[in-house]
T-cell receptor, first 114, second 110 residues
Framework: KAGVTQTPRYLIKTRGQQVTLSCSPI?????VSWYQQTPGQGLQFLFE???????NKGNFPGRFSGRQFSNSRSEMNVSTLELGDSALYLC?????????????FGPGTRLTVT | TQLLEQSPQFLSIQEGENLTVYCNSS?????LQWYRQEPGEGPVLLVT?????EVKKLKRLTFQFGDARKDSSLHITAAQPGDTGLYLC??????????FGDGTTLTVKP
């Protein structure tokens, strides 16, 4: 069974631009969660989608948004990029929503904002 | 906001030594997970503990969930260089939100 895939793996953007990251979950998994990982803040929860609906949201500004498609694939968008948005963005899939279902992480997208 | 504190933050040991990593909180979690992350990769789930006092073993790794479900520990026996990585604990609240600790970076020298 294929694992969680994320595209692209690496991305360089300029301040003020916007970016869209993609995540394809494990086949049969209907929940996708997004996390931001930085050396200073660690791994922080962005949001979780299940059946195309956002089920949980972390404490991030509205510049961070996401969506999920009917095939469970998910995209995350960050608008008006700031230098502090440079991070590893991780997506995780699970069978159901909520942390009581085991999460399987993708390799991440490394975003650098210059 | 539920916080998870991991200690130590960094650990460097020789091959063959034993070690324990701690994950503590003032909040109660419905479950707690441990992950290991290697550079350039996403975290890989090692174990999920659900019941207070639960102990799970995975080869040389022993995981324990505190009786009050507020803390957990990971003990590695006879560490090997392949155990090197970032160890993360993550707690789940009844609301389904997840909280990750800051991680323990383990280096095992041959």
């Amino acid at each position: 069974k294929a694992g969680v895939t994320q595209t692209p793996r690496y991305l360089i953007k300029t301040r003020g631009q916007q970016v869209t990251l993609s995540c394809s979950p494990i086949s049969g998994h209907r929940s996708v969660s997004w996390y931001q990982q930085t050396p200073g803040q660690g791994l922080q929860f962005l949001f979780e989608y299940f059946s195309e609906t956002q089920r949980n949201k972390g404490n991030f500004p509205g510049r961070f948004s996401g969506r999920q498609f009917s095939n469970s694939r998910s995209e995350m968008n960050v608008s008006t990029l700031e230098l502090g948005d440079s991070a590893l963005y991780l997506c995780a899939s699970s069978l159901g929503w909520g942390m009581n279902y085991e999460q399987y992480f993708g390799p991440g997208t490394r975003l650098t904002v210059t | 906001t539920q916080l998870l504190e991991q200690s130590p933050q960094f650990l460097s040991i020789q091959e063959g030594e034993n070690l324990t990593v701690y994950c503590n909180s003032s909040s109660v979690f419905s479950s707690l997970q441990w992950y290991r992350q290697e550079p350039g990769e996403g975290p890989v789930l090692l174990v999920t503990v659900v019941t207070g006092g639960e102990v799970k073993k995975l080869k040389r790794l022993t995981f324990q969930f505190g009786d009050a479900r507020k803390d957990s520990s990971l003990h590695i026996t006879a560490a090997q260089p392949g155990d090197t990585g970032l160890y993360l604990c993550a707690g789940a609240s009844n609301a389904g939100k997840s909280t990750f600790g800051d991680g323990t970076t383990l280096t095992v020298k041959p």
